[in-house]
Structure formats: structure tokens, C-alpha cells
């Protein structure tokens, strides 16, 4: 069972992913920074990781700092990650999403921070 404050940062994860845009995507950076860890972001992923079974949480639209799909081995089937993605209107080439600058939600500038 992990800690209370890992759980803590976790939901809190949850929560700012909830609040991204449909049609945009953002990094695990960018959630760690706007959570005041910016060193955190392998955290964020561990967070986002365990959410699989949340359909609350649109953990698709969160991807490395250069628009790789590196949480895609946790979604179910081979390319539900893209699929999502492209169910959005995005577009995805050899795993990374085209135009990630153009769609990038950033949650500090967006609702400041936490």
C-alpha cells in the first residue's frame, strides 16, 4: 500500500489531468511543475500508470517532454494510446504526436499554480 502522501500526489495528478482539454495534451512535466515538484515528473507517469482503470482520468493526453507516447505499454491493446489520441483529431507518427507545440495545454499558464 503506498504511502499517504504518495496517494496524496497521485490524486493529485488525477486532478490536473482531469482539467486538460479535449484536443490537448500536456507532459509529465508540466503537471510536476505546476504541482510545485518539478523534479517529479517520473512520478506523474508512476501516477498516471496506475490509473488505467480510471475512465475519469484521460491519462492519454499526457506524453514526454517531446511528444513521445511513452505510456502507451500501460494502456490495454497494442495501440489504444494513439487511438485515443487520434480519436481527438491528433496525429501520431512512429509513436509521437505531430504539431505537439501547437497543442500543447501548459497547466501553469492555464490555471496557475496549485
Known sequence: MPKPETLNF??????????????RVT??????RYLGA???SRM??????????????????????NG???????FSGTNLMQQLLESE?????????QNFEDKFWDPVTELGFS
Open 10 to 23: 497521485f490524486n493529485r495528478v488525477y486532478e490536473v489531468t482531469k482539467r486538460i482539454p479535449y484536443g
Open 27 to 32: 507532459s509529465y512535466g508540466a503537471i510536476a
Open 38 to 40: 518539478a523534479r517529479s
Open 44 to 65: 506523474v507517469g508512476y501516477a498516471l500508470n496506475g490509473s488505467v482503470n480510471r475512465d475519469d482520468v484521460p491519462a492519454h493526453r499526457v506524453l514526454n517532454r
Open 68 to 74: 513521445l507516447l511513452t505510456g502507451k505499454h500501460h
Open 89 to 97: 483529431g491528433h496525429e501520431v507518427k512512429e509513436d509521437k504526436l
